[in-house]
């Protein structure tokens, strides 16, 4: 196991979740390779993202409108913003290619806004491209253990 | 002698709740209105159950509600449509927990009765202790009344009601309309958002017909769109209407340009589906067909709404499903083109992410709306929901009542078809 790698990458998406948490967008989008892409699919067995339904496939446009939605104070759900926490572990790197590491991970987390408290969990997928030291985001893969079900609106991103 | 157990009575009968321009606030409230509802209206007329294109083979079936009873719509052997209550003859399990797919027989995983796909009790396992007493054809899965009409399937527990035709009357030819976004391909069901709010059905049903809230409610929607698009969705104050056409059901015309998806094809190319339009000019589609197809993406200029659970709305079904008093489930179903080019697919399913579903731009909001309903709707209890407006200018029509886009209409139409039921 090349541990030195599994820390790299972990670091790097522990970074990614406390900006999300924290409301550090501008620094957050920058995390993201140009062409990188966001999803959230339904069907926890699809890989044909693009043809399908998704809760989220975001592009590098969608991706700043989604920022500006969250702190642009005009909209309902989002404004007051949700309070996130959000723990990841269970970090596995799948493979690396070109200079892309595919790594796993477990996110759990916890949601609060108004007077509600609640609970997503989730398989993250990250494709990491090697940028120098660092990486970039090349897709972010989030299937919700529940993504079949009924889920309540969510004002952030996940 | 006196009664042991307290009569239930509602303070004042479904009838006194709604009035021409108001309805009381407890039809969004009361615990036995929900129950009384469930009888009266959603196991007394025709539920929209499924389109057609969700169980398009053979042996496909899709499993879903009728209020609160599950069942399963599922095509048999000979392309027939069957609504099955989902609930074994022998001690009442569900025989299907899957959301979709296609089988040639209901098994119950309790003791093994199987059923075949019209419903037909076909086999018991160890029959003998029956000795001859069992009467396979007396116990199939309880079948209910189906019609379609373009694609839309609708279930009743009611024999004795009217034909679905005579029950949508002129809301069929909305429909019609409706459907040409398939731009001459098979309009087809390509997945659903589901999500919940606290908050009762009603207020979704209102909500199709409520140009209204769009300006307010979806301003952070209209922030993320492109000039052009802006001005399109800048409907409250233009020449739309909604309109009641009857037995509940009401249309809300918000671009009337985009009423019939096939006239005016040589209007200019909306900026935003430049590309699109390119890219199925480089497929060598011919470019009336192009015209056709990019048009038919954007969806049609209105909101249908048919009481009481399913509306065609600009490109999706939506769909409610009650769930109690204060509680709702919401479909949005995406609508692609059945064989029809794979990138104008990709643009309605892009379309449909950016404003449905729990992560939308659109939903979330309209969501919170609706929570808030509920929960103010606690404050006061001799309150009444205002459904007034657009009531001055209200006009008579050929097939109801008409009047302007952001009027009133349709929420007043849909609860004199609620006062009807609930008075029967
Ligand atoms: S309950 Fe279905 S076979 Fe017994
Ligand atoms: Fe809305």
């Known amino acids: 196991m090349n541990l030195e790698l599994l820390n790299h990458v972990s670091a790097f998406i522990w970074q990614e979740a406390d900006m999300l948490d924290h409301g550090d967008f501008d620094a957050w989008l920058a995390l993201w390779a140009e062409k990188g892409t966001y999803i959230i699919p339904i069907d926890p067995n699809e890989t044909d993202f693009e043809n399908t339904l998704n809760y989220a496939y975001d592009d590098h446009h969608m991706r700043k409108l989604r920022v500006q939605r969250l702190i642009g104070g005009e909209s309902i759900s989002t404004s007051p913003r949700a309070r996130t926490v959000r723990a990841l572990s269970r970090f596995r790197v799948l493979g690396e290619e070109d200079g892309v590491v595919t790594v796993r991970c477990a996110q759990n987390l916890r949601e609060f806004r108004k007077d509600v408290l609640k609970h997503y969990t989730a398989d993250i997928t990250f494709q990491l491209k090697r940028e120098g030291e660092c990486f970039k985001i090349q897709r972010k893969l989030i299937q919700l253990i529940n993504s079949t079900d009924t889920l309540a609106g969510i004002g952030y991103i996940l | ?424």
């Open chain 2, 1 to 424: 002698m006196t009664n042991l157990i307290e009569t239930v009575n509602l303070a004042s009968s479904p009838a006194d709740l709604v009035l021409h321009d108001r309805v009381h606030t407890s039809l969004y409230t009361d615990a036995r209105l929900f129950d009384e509802e469930l009888e009266k209206v959603f196991y007394s007329t025709w539920i929209w159950v499924a389109h057609a294109s969700e169980i398009p083979d053979n042996g496909s079936y899709k499993s879903t509600y009728i209020g609160k009873q599950p069942v399963i719509v599922v095509r048999d052997r000979k392309k027939d449509v069957h609504v099955l209550l989902n609930r074994c003859r022998h001690r009442g399990a569900t025989v299907c927990e899957h959301k979709k797919g296609k089988t040639n027989s209901f098994v119950c995983p309790y003791h093994g009765w199987s059923y075949a796909l019209d419903g037909s009790l076909r086999g018991v396992p160890h029959p003998e202790s029956y000795a001859d007493c069992l009467d396979k054809g007396e116990l199939p899965l309880v079948s209910l009344r189906v019609e379609q009409y373009n694609g839309m399937i609708f279930a009743t527990f009611k024999d004795d009601i009217e034909p679905l035709v005579d029950f949508l009357g002129p809301a069929k030819k909305w429909i019609d309309l409706f459907m040409k976004q398939g731009a001459g391909y098979g309009v087809k069901v390509s997945g659903e958002h589901r999500f919940r709010f606290p908050g009762n059905w009603k207020i979704q049903l209102e909500n199709t017909t409520d140009a209204y809230h769009f300006p307010l409610v979806h301003k952070s929607f209209l922030s993320s769109v492109d000039e052009q698009t802006l001005e399109l969705f800048d409907f409250v104050k233009g020449p739309g209407y909604v309109e009641d056409l009857g037995n509940g059901h009401s249309v809300m015309v918000m671009i009337p340009d985009l009423v019939d998806l096939e006239a005016n094809l040589d209007l200019p190319i909306p900026e935003r589906f430049e590309a699109l339009a390119d890219e199925l000019r480089a497929e060598g589609i011919e470019e009336e067909q192009v015209r056709r197809i990019v048009r038919a993406v954007g969806g049609s200029g209105f909101n249908l709404n048919l009481f009481p659970n399913v509306a065609c709305s600009m490109a999706f079904f939506r769909v409610l499903q009650p769930v109690s008093v204060n509680e709702t489930e919401i479909h949005h179903a995406v609508i692609t083109m059945d064989g029809g080019p794979a990138v104008a697919n990709r643009y309605r399913l892009r379309l449909h992410e950016h404003f449905q579903g729990p992560m939308g731009f659109g939903t979330p909001d309209d969501s919170e709306a609706w929570e808030r309903v509920q929960k103010g709707a606690q404050a006061g209890t001799d309150l009444w929901i205002m459904l007034n407006r657009g009531l001055p200018g209200e006009k008579e029509s050929e097939d109801g009542l008409i009047s302007d886009v952001s009027a009133e209409t349709g929420m007043r139409a849909a609860y004199q078809q609620w006062k009807k039921m609930m008075s029967a």
